[in-house]
């Protein structure tokens, strides 16, 4: 009997093994599917990443802005291939784009330079890169900085300054005093629970961030108190607003924060509401360790259910841990290995079988293993004027010697402080890059996170307040935006009919440079030219041709690139669209003073300014005050500029005073100087053609977006009485005031009034200029017996430095007039997956 009982026992003991093998063995199936269900998503992504090295943060108007573009592959940091094609935009504070180029990428690099306006107005701006490829996953993963201009400088100083001309100014700063109150109104407040959920009887990390109404963070120190008034935790100090605090929630309870903010002002707010069932992820992940310990818990209902869940390490594009777990114990703890993930921002998830995620955590790897850059400068100082020669050298983590592609700027320190509005490295902007939402308040304080353990700690803070949330695990069946792998034309060629013709002949022209290009449609009417010359000023004839040659009654619609449209500009840490301070330093104050001391000396390079006006004549406008009658005039060659923007931006950005508003009902409008804008096209006004149900703004808005400036011959503004009055008698009401409308009046290429129409058989076709790069100017000098100047705040840029085998490069110079030291900034790349900086090196001078 006891021989029986005992087989029978190890019959049931090889049951058990058998069914935990094979529940192991599903387990592992599930994880391998799902982890290559992951890897596919990314593998389809391959996402783009832009960096901008430009040679300052601060301008003054008129200024080049000299730029190196660096675009990577997200998941493995090597030059992307995929692109050939960029677009660069300069945008106000307001978002309104005021320039945009086309850049030509190749092996991964597009450098060049972009001129700033004589009238640029005084304020921050955005420079923003991308390709058309980074539209498929939004603004987060596209390139922008902000920059500083400042205004012209004689008069404007005159005013405020008293500059001597005996007392050098090269130690006097502009700078701009924040304000610090507070009013509760514009203090905001966010909570983001760890893992993303804050769980009934679970401890949790809850991080938030504070800011007032500008973005601007707020530092403050406080207390959690629960419904009855009675302390639960201290909230410790933050850094930049940013903090993060842990406590555990009881039923039938809700928590307030009692924030004490730099004026003793107390703020109170309410903490997010504890859910009752739900799964919570917490990680330790400390610098000095080599691996992270992943906790995951799960309410008392869920643990009943006892389901499969997965853990998935993931880290640019690249899926790098995954384990099953089940919560039958009541939770999961694992060890792993930070070896397994790059160096960057590492996503830990927690998802079901069926690839819904149900917690997030961002942590911060980072092993050290970037580049390293010195430089020897071939003197201990310099005079005035000196040859400066610069020897190079970059290495790996391990001393080796590597070939790397570089981009060098010197600049003067009395003029320029380095890097001083957005502390933005190659390292910083690549790695973080579409990981956080929102700015980042001076991101040049966490480069030393791997040293210092507080910097540590406020780092992993902003990536509990800012990190990004990855959504799904699924794979979208197509992109939106193709990439651009080469320059190219595209469009269609439709019939009266609207259909597309198939096997029709269209030829393409050009005279500079003289271009003659001829294909046929394939079967969607779609047309494509290749291999054209980038040009910096293009302006095509494209015809659609019949069986004889001759022009073909058909429709040519191009393929126009549209621009990504971005949210409102916010800017941490500062007002944007108020002048920045320090970092041009005396440069403006230096130009004052070299111009006044040229006018003061009769140098001849202070004459007096004079203008020479005519009257710019529209051919074939319907100007009911006559050619060359109106206030403000856009002709044909500022339109050649313009390429294919579209008719509302041309206007905002010739016509001072030209935007939409609201009235105190809230209906928009187009305005200049707060008047109403009436819009006439070949002589005809849109005002009659409204169609029942649509507002004006609506109606308007729909012309400004639909003509653009190839399709234009010319605009008149009519602003002042004389030429408003006989557009008045015309157009308006009688008993209306004249003075309280203004006109436009668009003259078309194909002149036949607001029709929305393309034109017939033929295009002429302005697609987006290339900005091609110019080289920059770098004094050579044998004396000091020139005679002009030299106080330049941009010694020297250097966009295509080149290591050789053995990791070296040089680069040479001369210094300027002014005493003091030089900055160096380097950033680079090597074909491999690493990057690096060097912040800078002074040079006495």
Known sequence: MLLKNRIYVQIIFLICCQLSLLAQTQQRSQIDTLL???????SNLQIERFFLHTDRDAYLASDTIWFKGYLFNAADLTASTKSSVAYMELADASNQVLKRVRLPVA????????ALADNLPAGDYELRLYTNWMKNFGEQVMFKKRIAVHPPVLGA????????????????????????????????????????????????????????????????????VNKSGQRVVDIPPTHHGIGSFNMISFAKESYK??????DSTVYTVDLPA?????????????????????????????????????VIGHSRGMVCFGAAINFKNGGARLKVSKKLFPTGISHILLTTGAKKVLNERLVYIDHQDQLRVSVLADKSAYNLRDSVGLSIKVTDA????????????????????????????????????????????????????????????????????????????????????????????????????NKPIAGLSVRLMSKKPLQLLDTVTNGDGVFQFKNIIPLDTPSYFIQGLNKKGKLANVTLEMDDFQPQKFSAITVAGETFGLPADTSLK????????????????????????????????????????????????????????????????????????????????????FHINNIAVHLIIDGLIIDFFLPEGKSFYEHYREYMDYYDASEIKGVEVMLKGKYQLNYHR????????????????????????????????????????????????????????????????????????????????????????????????????????????????????
Not at 278 to 293: A, M
Not at 818 to 834: T, V
Request: contains cysteine; positive net charge.
């Open 36 to 42: 290559k269900s992951v890897n596919s998503h990314y």
């Open 586 to 669: 005396s440069e403006a104050l230096r130009e004052y003073e070299r111009k006044r001391g040229a006018y003061l000396s009769n140098q001849p390079n202070m004459l007096r300014e004079v203008s020479i006006v005519g009257k710019k004549i529209i051919k074939g406008s319907k100007n009911l005050n006559g050619a060359g009658e109106a206030d403000v005039t856009i002709d044909e060659a500022t339109l050649m500029q313009a390429g294919k923007m579209k008719l509302g931006d041309l206007l905002y950005k010739n016509v001072k005073g030209f935007g939409v508003r609201a009235t105190k009902t809230g209906s928009m409008y």
């Open 257 to 262: 924060a009692r924030l004490t903010l730099p």
């Open 730 to 845: 015309a157009f308006m009401n009688p008993m209306d005031i004249f003075y309280e409308h203004v006109f436009l009046e668009v003259t078309t290429r194909g002149g036949v009034g607001p029709f929305l129409k393309k034109s017939y058989g033929s295009v002429v076709h302005r697609p987006l200029p290339f900005a091609l790069p110019a080289t920059f100017y770098s004094p050579s000098y044998s004396g000091l017996s020139d005679v002009k100047t030299d106080f330049r705040p941009l010694i020297h840029w250097e966009p295509n430095i080149v290591t050789d085998e053995n990791g070296n490069a040089t680069v040479k110079f001369f210094t300027s007039d002014n005493n003091g030291k030089y900055s160096i900034a380097i950033k680079h790349r090597i074909n491999c997956d690493r990057i690096g900086i060097l912040r800078s090196r002074c040079l006495p001078i």
């Open 398 to 497: 391990q001393g080796l010697p590597v070939k790397a592609s570089l981009s060098l700027a010197v600049t003067d320190d009395d003029q320029v402080e380095q890097d001083s509005l957005s502390g933005r490295s190659i390292l910083r902007s690549v790695l973080f890059s579409g990981e956080l939402n929102g700015a980042i308040e001076d991101p040049g304080y966490y480069v030393m996170a791997s040293a210092n353990q507080k910097v540590q700690d406020d780092l992993d803070n902003l990536l509990l307040a800012q990190g990004r949330t990855f959504y799904g695990l699924d794979v979208p069946e197509k992109m939106n935006y193709f990439a651009e792998t080469e320059f190219l034309m595209q469009g269609t060629v439709k019939n009266a009919f």
């Open 107 to 114: 092996y991964g690099v597009t450098y060049g330079n972009l």
């Open 157 to 224: 100083l005159q005013r405020s300054q008293d500059l001597s001309k005996k007392k050098p100014s090269s130690n006097r700063n502009i700078k701009h005093v924040k304000s610090t109150g507070y009013k509760a109104s514009g203090v905001n407040v966010a909570f983001k629970p760890e893992g993303g959920s804050f769980i009934l009887g679970q401890a949790t990390n809850i991080a938030f961030k504070v800011t007032d109404k500008n973005g601007n963070g707020i530092d403050v120190i406080g207390e959690v």
């Open 274 to 310: 504890v859910q009752a069932n739900g799964t919570s992820l917490k990680v330790i992940s400390s610098f000095n360790r080599d691996s992270c310990e992943v906790i995951i818990t799960a309410s008392e209902e869920l643990r009943a259910a006892n389901q499969n869940y997965y």
